[in-house]
């Protein structure tokens, strides 16, 4: 506490010694920049442009000190300075100009994000009390007031949170992670979780980070996939109309893709070497559980798959595949070698074809009737956009 008090009476004092000087200087003859001045900024301003940031920062400075303009511009070259030294390294520095925006002019629009860059710098250098004095004194990011009809839940620096918030977050959450913040112990980690995610938001903020390329870019991709979902439900979505007899129709002429053929569901067992297969039926004699047969026997872990009759499976041959389905339930399969290695499938259920009335699932093929009838609507819609907006494809760029 002593060290941040000190350290913020010196830095008061710097500031105070910077102003003195810049105010005898313009006190001694506030007029506007003549040529010279003028050229101070405007080689700074190269030297920014060309990344030589040193150097960049000096004729700023030598600009601020010599010249008569307004106070507005000189508040808005006193936060570049400040950035630039910031960008440099130098945190004291840049520290110190940022506290200098609000000197030039206190009405100025950089004023605010002068004040939060200042607490951030500040955390950053380990000032924190120098950091919690800012904060207080800085009215602009207080967010201290109340609801009515909500309750507080718990209460930053700067800012409350509120019942409702907490909610909306909870809604947000997938059903397997929402079932963790149940019940008191749960409720009580979900806020700290949120007030956690809020405290990191709101330093993120006063680094400015939203302020960045990388955010910008983000923001963009995430606004155009928006609007490309706002544009699909209303030009899409909104303009296909869904009526009984085109949909039973559908299921007339499509009636083969809502069947399923005849079907087994299977456990593989894989081996190299071929006298494994008698221990497996040893095992299984003895009433060994299959999972534990695969963990013992088997160079893959378990896993059970259903293999439909007349439909490829993985990499083996249609033919033995067939074969597979003339074994019973509970009967291990003839071993099948591919690639070097031996599978045989033991049969954990046997499922016959079926052929499914309309009624049953109607709301089905319904989805399936309205996303063909989507997909041909944006077809359509893209081809005209093509030909109306003369697109060219230049694919020999793009190799």
């Known amino acids: 506490m002593k060290k941040d008090t000190k350290f913020y009476s010196l830095l008061v004092l710097q500031l105070l010694t910077f102003s003195l000087v810049v105010g005898l200087i313009f006190f001694n003859g506030k007029k506007e920049d003549d040529e010279n001045v003028a050229q101070f900024r405007e080689t700074a301003s190269k030297l920014n442009?060309?990344?030589v940031l040193g150097e960049s920062i000096k004729w700023y400075e030598r600009y601020l000190l010599e010249s008569g303009g307004s106070n507005e511009n000189k508040a808005k070259i006193a936060f570049s300075v400040?950035?630039?030294n910031e960008k440099q390294g130098d945190l004291e520095r840049a520290l110190s100009w940022y506290y200098q925006v609000k000197i030039f002019d206190s009405s100025s629009k950089y004023v605010q994000d002068s004040s939060a860059k200042i607490v951030a710098i500040l955390e950053k250098l380990q000032k924190y009390s120098a950091a919690k004095m800012e904060l207080a004194n800085n009215t602009s990011l207080d967010q201290t007031e109340t609801i009515q009809?909500?309750?507080?839940?718990a209460e930053l620096p700067h800012r409350k949170i509120y019942d409702f918030?907490?909610?909306e977050y909870s809604d947000t959450l997938p059903p397997n992670i929402k079932q963790a913040f149940e019940g008191p112990?749960?409720?009580?980690?979900?806020?700290?979780?949120y007030v956690a995610n809020e405290l990191m938001y709101e330093k993120a903020k006063r680094m400015?980070?939203?302020?960045?390329?990388?955010?910008?870019?983000?923001?963009?991709?995430?606004?155009?996939?928006?609007?490309?979902?706002?544009f699909f439900k209303s030009e899409i979505e909104g303009k296909i109309s869904v009526a009984d007899v085109d949909i039973e129709n559908y299921f007339k002429a499509n009636k083969e893709r809502f069947s399923k053929n005849e079907q087994v569901k299977i456990v593989e067992i894989k081996y190299k070497d071929k006298k494994v297969l008698q221990k497996i039926k040893s095992a299984l004699k003895k009433n060994t559980g299959i999972k534990s047969i695969v963990k013992k026997f088997s160079q893959q872990q378990y896993s059970e798959k259903n293999i439909e009759k007349g439909k490829p499976f993985e990499s083996f041959e249609q033919g033995k595949i067939d074969q597979i389905f003339n074994v019973s339930k509970g009967v291990l399969t003839t071993p099948i070698l591919s690639?070097?290695?031996?599978?045989?499938?033991?049969i954990l259920e046997k499922i016959k074809a079926f052929s499914p009335d309309f009624k049953q699932i109607k709301s089905q093929v319904t989805q399936a009737y309205k996303m063909e009838k989507s997909g041909t609507l944006y077809q359509n819609i893209i081809q005209n956009e093509f030909k109306t907006s003369g697109v060219k494809l230049l694919m020999e760029n793009f190799k």
Request: aromatic share 8%; proline share 2%; net charge positive.
């Open 49 to 51: 442009a060309a990344g």
């Open 82 to 84: 400040a950035e630039l």
């Open 149 to 153: 009809g909500a309750k507080v839940v």
């Open 165 to 167: 918030e907490l909610r």
């Open 185 to 193: 112990q749960g409720k009580q980690k979900l806020v700290q979780q």
């Open 208 to 230: 400015q980070l939203d302020k960045t390329p990388l955010f910008s870019k983000t923001i963009e991709k995430v606004r155009k996939q928006v609007l490309l979902e706002q």
């Open 339 to 346: 690639k070097g290695m031996y599978s045989v499938f033991y």
